[in-house]
């Protein structure tokens, strides 16, 4: 008798070698973290503790006297302080919406999850404190997230939509600085208000959609019994050339209202269609969108 | 090629379009997991407007149920198999005649010798398989009733076994033409006729396409030809009347009668020459009245021991009881001295009485169970004459059978027509002998069993000519011949008894056989008042009656029969030749073989079960 085998690994991502090497090529867009951030590699916007000289100029109410030129205010009967860059840690968080209907293409779900490895990657190689968060009804919000290695394991499988979960307060209270959320949108919402809403208390978001490739261009296939994971319901659809053109048409819809909202907030909007490599989409959609920068 | 049994099971054929319309119709989607099901909204189906044809598409599904759809009308259409190929087809006309059970040389030792019907068995193997192993058997066995023994159209080693295992023929002399024109209707599409048989083919007439393979030789026989139980001349006891010829060098011959428990009763060594015939008449003491017994010839040399012996079943006892109800007078004494003359007849009083004399007078009833004859001048307008003829005589009746009239006065014959009955009807006379417009004897219309001797034996010559006795002799043996049981119980192989049941046997419910008491052989007969009973072969028979309670007239056995086989050229084997005769034809065709073909019913009920499994299995959730 022999051993059964062994159960192959469930689809792990974190360890994927295109995980890392988009990791190490590419930085997540976003503004230098403010002042008051915890002591890390990144150059803060206010003059600072750190060691490195920035500029001069005047001094301006609230700045630390300690920094003061003084041999310049005996001089010039003008004070100025002089300024240093400050090095602090800017936090990221990367919310991966749990959804199930992330999960019902195996492609979508891989993506979905190799592009939340690589932005915690990307921002833990920038020296910056990334936190992973599943959105779901099943995960408690939780400030501190997850390990990393959660994205290794089935993580779809949640029954509520972002909106339900903001409704809910589902979802993570995370600090100031860059937020990447990583979901389909596909459920019905306010674009305006679902933007403002993942888009508050952070310094820049960044939302990114995952489709698969039916979802982002479904063929003309005939009849197929369509079902939603999440809602467990169900309806049967002809997939006729007219049925096709207004699917199109409602996707193309809410994809330019999500654009717009993000837009109006500030944030970078990016719709990644699962199927080529990830480095591929980085280069072709989340660079030229500001979603990425390209690590120097 | 593939035929059916049931061709109107072929219309579970249409169940393939209906699984055709089914799919155009009522398409199953396939289930697909999509996000955002609420952009499809405006694609949604909704059962608004009936159903719409959709494209036809190639699903597993669809395949698997128009296979199951087609399978299972195959199967019920019953298929079977036909193959145009040369699975050759051999009819054989199988000698039935009791000398193929003959043994071809002496016996060698203790073990049996083989007889001509197992040379011809032989043959027949050996020809069969020199056609191939595909050939296919009918067998007929000869006789003036061919029968079919073997196949039709069987593997011939299946045929062959079977044949082993039969009893051998007994059947006596018989032409083998109905046999052979059977079997040319058996080959009508396809096949040979083989004619196997003991006799020389070169003096049998058949058709030029038939092979005629006689497997006989000459053989020494000895045949007893006549054995018959009759009362003696003296008071009791009976004598066993016997003869025999021997054909060949039989060597002498012992003749032994035995008694149903082997007790020797005779037992004679006489010398014996071929083609000489003797007779022996054999005593049987009073005990053995009712017992069978066995005769056997045995000689040194005898092919076939069958018609050489006979069991003897004791007579059946048919008195007739008649009662005379004259006044006393000339009629009353001529009927009574020619009825005490006659055999086996019992006088006894009116109720007990099979057949009653009666007068004339008006008629309480028909008779019943008994019959009657009225005798005496029956009253009419006119008186009743003397007259001596011409007589009109109905010669098929039985009852005028040796009847001739001629010289003789019928005396006293009343001028009636019809037999009047104390009710004032009157029955109607329907005339045997007539003369003029009297009517001398005849029976009564409407009335079994009532006849009329319009006569007065003190007038005219009647009872005194030799036609009186006849003519009341034919009136005791009609009445004989009716009464319930079987007529005889000695048969040879080819006659026949008359068997008469009661009212209540008639009436009886459940089978009545004829049935071998030496072998398996059953053969259902008609329920008839009056049957004519033929066994088919030799040996102890028995008709019994399935539907008998074991009360009074309920025997469950109703007659028992012994056959044996006493034909003399049957028995003379020394004519016997060997021979072939093969036809001038050409090799015939092979025949269309079909075959039920229990496989191919195996095979689509298999396919149409994996069907819809498969279907299930393709169809099932998720």
């Known amino acids: 008798m022999t051993a059964a085998p062994a159960l192959p690994a469930a689809d792990p991502v974190t360890t994927d070698p295109d995980v890392l090497a988009v990791a190490a090529r590419y930085t997540l867009s976003g503004p230098p973290p403010r002042a008051g951030g915890a002591v890390g590699e990144r150059v803060g916007r206010t003059a600072g503790s750190g060691l490195e000289f920035r500029e001069h100029r005047r001094y301006l109410p609230g700045d630390d006297v300690r920094h003061l030129d003084w041999a310049a205010f005996a001089r010039t009967d003008v004070p100025i302080v002089q300024v240093f860059r400050e090095e602090v840690a800017r936090d990221t968080a990367v919310w991966l919406d749990g959804s199930a209907s992330m999960g019902c293409d195996p492609e979508k779900s891989r993506l979905a999850r190799s592009l939340a490895a690589a932005c915690w990657r990307m921002a833990a190689a920038s020296g910056d404190r990334p936190t992973l968060h599943l959105l779901s009804e099943t995960n408690r919000p939780d400030p501190r997230g997850r390990s990393l290695d959660s994205l290794d394991g089935p993580v779809f499988s949640g029954r509520g939509s972002l909106v339900e979960l903001a409704a809910q307060h589902g979802l993570p209270a995370t600090g100031r600085g860059v937020r990447v959320i990583v979901s389909d949108f596909l459920f019905p919402h306010d674009p305006d208000a679902l933007v403002r809403r993942l888009a508050r208390g952070t310094d820049a978001a960044t939302l990114i959609q995952i489709l698969s490739s039916f979802e982002a261009d479904p063929p003309e296939l005939g009849g197929r019994r369509l079902t939603d994971p999440e809602a467990d319901e169900a309806a049967e659809v002809t997939l006729d050339r007219p049925a096709v053109a207004a699917y199109r048409a409602r996707l193309r819809a809410l994809i330019d209202g999500l654009a717009r909202a993000c837009r109006s907030h500030g944030a970078t909007f990016a719709t990644l269609v699962a199927g080529p490599n990830l480095n591929e989409l980085c280069r072709s959609t989340l660079v030229p969108a500001g979603a990425l920068g390209v690590r120097r | ?622």
């Open chain 2, 1 to 622: 090629m593939i035929s059916f049994a049931n061709p109107w099971g072929l219309l579970g054929l249409l169940a393939v379009p209906a699984v055709l319309w089914l799919h155009l119709y009522r398409v199953r989607f396939p289930p697909m997991a999509v996000g955002g099901l609420f952009l499809w909204d405006d694609a949604i189906r909704r059962p608004a407007g009936g159903r719409t044809r959709d494209r036809l598409r190639s699903t597993a599904s669809l395949w698997l149920e128009l296979f199951a759809a087609l399978a299972l009308g195959l199967l019920l259409g019953g298929p079977r198999v036909s193959w145009e190929t040369t699975a050759p087809h051999l009819v054989v006309a199988l000698d039935g005649s009791a000398s193929m059970g003959a043994t071809a040389a002496p016996p060698a030792g203790d073990e049996a010798a083989p007889t001509f019907r197992d040379a011809a068995l032989a043959e027949l193997r050996e020809r069969a398989s020199a056609k191939g192993g595909r050939t296919l058997l009918t067998v007929i066995e000869t006789g003036d009733r061919p029968r079919v023994v073997g196949g039709p159209r069987r593997p011939w080693r299946a045929v062959l076994e079977e044949l082993a295992a039969r009893p051998a023929p007994t059947r006596p002399r018989h032409e083998f033409a109905p046999s052979l024109d059977l079997a040319a209707r058996l080959v009508a599409d396809g096949g040979e006729i083989l004619l196997l048989t003991d006799r020389d083919p070169r003096s049998l007439e058949f058709s030029e396409d038939t092979t005629a393979v006689s497997v006989g030789a000459p053989r020494p026989n000895v045949v007893l030809l006549a054995a018959d139980r009759r009362p003696s001349d003296g008071a009791a006891g009976e004598e066993l009347f016997l003869r025999w010829t021997a054909f060949g060098r039989v060597g002498p011959v012992t003749v032994t009668v035995r008694d149903d428990a082997g007790e020797s009763l005779f037992r004679r060594t006489i010398p014996s020459a071929s083609g000489e015939s003797v007779t022996n008449a054999v005593p049987l003491p009073p005990l053995v009245a009712n017992q069978p017994v066995t005769v056997r010839l045995t000689a040194a040399e005898d092919a076939l021991e069958a018609d050489s012996m006979a069991v003897l079943l004791p007579s059946p006892a048919r008195p007739v009881r008649v009662a005379v109800s004259l006044p006393p007078g000339r009629t009353r004494t001529a009927i009574e001295r020619a009825v005490a003359a006659l055999p086996n007849v019992i006088r006894t009083d009116l109720d007990a009485a099979d057949l009653r004399f009666v007068s004339p007078d008006p008629l309480a009833s028909d008779g019943g169970s008994s019959w009657l004859v009225v005798v005496g001048s029956l009253p009419g307008e006119g008186e009743a004459i003397d007259t001596a003829g011409p007589f009109l005589i109905d010669r098929a009746d039985p009852l005028a059978a040796g009847v001739s009239l001629a010289g003789a006065v019928w005396g006293g014959a009343g001028q009636g027509t019809a037999l009047t009955r104390e009710d004032g009807t009157f029955r109607p006379i329907s005339p045997v002998i007539a003369a003029g417009d009297r009517v001398l004897a005849g029976r009564v219309v409407g009335a079994d069993g009532v006849f009329v001797l319009n006569v007065d034996a003190a007038r005219g010559t009647l009872a005194n000519t030799p036609d009186w006795p006849i003519l009341l002799s034919n009136l005791v043996e009609a009445r004989r011949a009716a009464l319930p049981g079987p007529d005889r119980a000695n048969l040879r192989v080819g006659e026949s008894a008359r068997l008469t049941l009661t009212e209540r046997q008639h009436t009886a419910d459940g089978p009545l056989v004829l049935r071998s008491l030496e072998g398996s052989e059953r053969i259902e007969l008609p329920r008839e008042r009056t049957m004519i009973i033929a066994p088919p072969g030799v040996g102890l028979w028995s008709v019994w009656n399935g539907g008998a309670n074991g009360e009074d007239g309920g025997r469950p056995e109703l007659a028992r029969f012994a056959v044996r086989l006493a034909d003399p050229r049957e028995g003379d084997l020394t004519s016997l030749a060997s021979g072939v005769v093969e036809p001038d034809a050409e090799d015939a065709a092979g025949t269309t073989v079909d075959d039920p073909a229990p496989w191919l019913v195996a095979l689509l009920a298999v396919a149409a079960l994996a069907a819809f499994v498969g279907d299930w299995w393709a169809t099932r959730p998720a």
